[in-house]
């Protein structure tokens, strides 16, 4: 159906644009790892982001929660952002192809709807540890296809897992325990702890040396603006029109649209089977989420 008005427009396209952008994270992380290490460049993006929040906080006045909301907040921001940030970040400066990943922790959804969701007392259907089976089938394809060339550390692929496992316990944590919480109090909660999170890991592992260049000023600013708060904005967008749907339909395409973005901007690339797999790990995650017409969020 065509957008009739500006507002049926926005509805219409803000899906797209908003896999774009989550693609595009990704690569901003590569764009500036260079000039600072992993934890460090998180440390620094979630300080700015706790400071614009706080602003932001200051100005609405929103209803703030009760302790036990502020503890779960807490728990969310370090399991969500923390381990799945600074998994990605690391697998990014240990030299996996960003599209690879993107995939890996794009099996959240498929770990969630599956194993992680019968502990909490949900049915699993067929077709989903059907989505399970392919999902690590198109994995193995994967990883079989980058042993071959050598071209990723262990560190890298161990990363990768943790940044999975991070997203993974945190989405369902957030299900459990963070319905009804604003949120800008809670993501200051959740942002502000994943950011103490990075700082231990910065002083723990890392010289915490920044090289203030333009690309990592332009990197840091990137993952601030338009992936921290314009996608975040996009997506609230999307779920009070009731678009939620197609958002996560078109979600399953942030893996192979950031391994096209890596192609383009870092001639990143993957050979036949790591593809092969990547395409079964996305009908796997598809099959998982597909229900009665419509997919989860």
């Given amino acids: 159906m065509k957008p009739r008005t500006l507002e049926d427009f926005a509805v219409f ?8 952008l989550w693609s595009s994270g990704f690569i901003g992380a590569k764009f500036g790892l260079p000039y600072a290490e992993p934890f460090t460049f998180l440390a620094a993006r979630l300080i700015a982001v706790v ?3 706080a602003i932001l906080i200051a100005l609405t006045r929103p209803y703030w929660p009760g302790r036990a909301g502020i503890l779960h907040s807490a728990s969310t921001g370090v399991l969500m952002h923390g381990l799945y940030l600074s998994g990605v970040f690391v697998a990014i400066r240990e030299g996996m192809p960003t599209g690879i990943i993107a995939l890996i922790v794009g099996l959240q959804p498929v770990l969630s709807s599956t194993i992680a969701n019968r502990w909490l007392g949900e049915r699993v259907a067929p077709r989903q540890w059907l989505g399970l089976a392919l999902g690590l089938v198109g994995v193995g394809l994967i990883v079989q296809g980058k042993t071959v060339g050598g071209e990723t550390s262990l560190l890298g692929w161990a990363a990768s897992i943790w940044g999975l496992i991070g997203i993974t316990l945190g989405t369902i944590y957030q299900r459990r325990f963070g319905a009804g919480i604003d949120w800008r109090p809670g993501f200051l ?19 915490r040396i920044i090289q203030w ?5 332009f990197a840091l600013g990137w993952l601030v603006f338009v992936l921290s708060f314009s996608a975040v904005w996009l997506l609230y967008f999307l779920i009070r029109r009731a678009a939620a749907a197609r958002v996560a ?28 797999g990547m395409v079964i790990c996305v009908a796997g995650v598809f099959l998982v989420n597909w229900r009665a017409g419509e997919l989860r969020t």
């Avoid at 396209?13 to 774009?20: D, E, L, N, R, S």
């Avoid at 990075?198 to 890392?206: D, N, V």
């Avoid at 260049?213 to 000023?217: D, R, T």
């Fill in 249 to 276: 339909s078109l979600f399953y395409l942030t893996p192979p649209l950031t391994a096209l973005m890596g192609w383009a901007l870092f001639n990143e690339r993957l050979d036949a089977l790591a593809m092969l």
């Fill in 51 to 53: 400071l614009l929040l």
């Fill in 189 to 207: 909660v959740q942002y502000f702890a994943a950011g103490v999170f990075c700082l231990a890991g910065a002083f723990l592992f890392e010289t």
């Fill in 13 to 20: 396209a803000a899906p797209g644009v908003f896999v774009v």
């Fill in 213 to 217: 260049s333009v690309e990592f000023l």
